[in-house]
């Protein structure tokens, strides 16, 4: 087959046929065609810019119960053959896993209306140049708000992925993928006294994105904003999680119920099914179908239907996050929620995501609040999945009386996941098109670690 010919359907289906002549029970195959360009500014001038395209293939074989990954960018056709037949040898070398294996016929993914989903924008391109004036836009936007004393970056992107899957129970299926991005990060003060914010926008369609100006001014004035920090009083206070970051608490959530951890016995919600874990009010769903999202797509990465689903209903666990090894282990069945790299196995993971929202503006609950610590950056955390036990370091603004009066910085807010979800107030300020729907959450009666 001539190299240019050759589609990421093209190549799985090659493999697989590699795969069958080289001994293999059963297999499946990935190939994922992509281009993508970056481009940095500094100080008005070009800092980097980085062109890539690649074509990576991955294959999975079976032998009995056995399984071994194998992946490459090489996609000569005597590499294909090579490349299953090491792979069919390391299966027979792997241990036996009860779990592992393909889905049956029965269980796939059959007709699905690609355009529905607006994966890939239509328009063309953007050549460099575009960029560049993006990243530009940006960096003077954010070096024009008054106390910036330097861009630390601004950059823009564009990436276009085409991705296949196919499998010898008889799945195939691919699709288009594009994403446009711009970001900024603004540093004000010097020296000791020197605070650093950003803003960025990342989205599937070109005509989405946000205007690089306003990415520039917004990233100029958080940083501003947080000049003068100084640490607060240690105590325990409400603490409102600022839209920003709020999706990290719901993550947490989500993380305790991938049917991996829970297959394990690593989960602080493992014997929580059918048990309250939010307010009532609140329910997490996921959703797969959302039009123009990075979490969309209509079959999973085992080539089951994906499906939209309640994790969470009335503040009630309904399910695990599953994939077929961790269903098979739990003895369920998959929610169709396996996602994999080229070169990885399946593992269980969320499409997007929506929390219930609530019907207060964050104003409204930042003044009834009283004194507490608004919350609008994290870093680095302690979380045991076993007991949900919570430490994470923290910035943001101390609020004294419903208003804000200083930013405060090096502080470690601590609690437990499993108090603190079921105490969320949610604000009613959640981005709608964001992958993870989330709005600002408040949470009474939180530790602070600071002076």
Request: hydrophobic share 40%; charged share 25%.
């Amino acid at each position: 087959m001539p190299q240019m010919t050759q589609t990421p359907e093209t190549l799985c289906h090659a493999l697989l046929d590699a795969a069958r002549k080289a001994g293999a029970y059963a297999a499946d195959a990935m190939a994922a065609e992509g281009r993508s360009l970056s481009i940095e500014v500094r100080e008005g001038k070009l800092e980097h810019a980085e062109r890539s395209e690649s074509v990576d293939i991955g294959l999975r074989v079976f032998v009995g119960k056995r399984q071994a990954q194998v992946s490459t960018s090489d996609t000569r056709p005597e590499t294909l053959l090579a490349m299953a037949e090491r792979a069919v040898a390391m299966a027979k070398e792997a241990p036996e896993d009860p779990y592992a294996g393909l889905a049956d016929p029965e269980q796939l993914a059959r007709d699905w209306d690609l355009a529905a989903f607006e994966m890939a924008d239509p328009s063309a391109e953007p050549i460099p140049d575009t960029l560049q004036q993006d990243a530009l836009d940006a960096e003077t936007a954010c070096a024009a708000i008054s106390g910036i004393s330097q861009v630390q970056s601004a950059a823009a992107g564009y990436g276009r992925h085409n991705i296949h899957l196919a499998a010898s129970n008889g799945f195939s299926g691919g699709y288009a993928r594009t994403s446009r991005s711009v970001s900024c990060v603004g540093i004000a003060g010097t020296g000791t006294e020197m605070e650093r914010d950003y803003d960025g926008d990342s989205r599937s369609f070109q005509s989405d994105l946000r205007s690089a100006a306003e990415i520039g001014r917004t990233a100029g004035e958080r940083a501003v904003e947080r000049l003068g920090a100084r640490r607060p009083k240690t105590g325990a206070y409400p603490v409102l999680f600022d839209e920003r970051i709020s999706s990290t608490l719901i993550g947490h959530l989500l993380s305790a119920v991938n049917g991996a951890a829970v297959a394990r016995g690593s989960s602080w919600l493992k014997d929580s099914l059918g048990a309250q874990v939010l307010p009532e009010a609140l329910s997490v769903i996921e959703d797969p179908f959302r039009p123009r999202m990075a979490g969309s797509r209509p079959f999973d990465g085992e080539g089951l239907a994906t499906r939209r689903r309640a994790i969470v209903e009335k503040g009630v666990l309904t399910g695990w996050t599953l994939d077929l090894a961790s269903a098979r282990k739990l003895g369920l069945d998959s929610s169709a929620n396996a996602t994999r790299g080229i070169g990885s196995v399946p593992s269980p993971s969320n499409w997007n995501i929506a929390l219930t929202q609530g019907t207060q503006s964050r104003a409204d609950l930042l003044r009834d609040m009283g004194t507490g610590l608004l919350v609008t950056s994290m870093i680095g955390s302690t979380i045991n999945p076993n007991t949900g036990d919570y430490s994470r370091g923290a910035s943001g603004f101390w609020v004294e009386n419903g208003e804000i009066t200083h930013p405060v910085n090096e502080v470690t807010i601590a609690g437990n996941l499993r108090d603190m979800l079921m105490r969320i107030v949610p604000a009613n300020d959640a981005r709608t098109y964001l992958s993870r729907i989330v709005p600002s959450l408040l949470v009474e009666g939180m530790t602070l670690a600071g002076e």
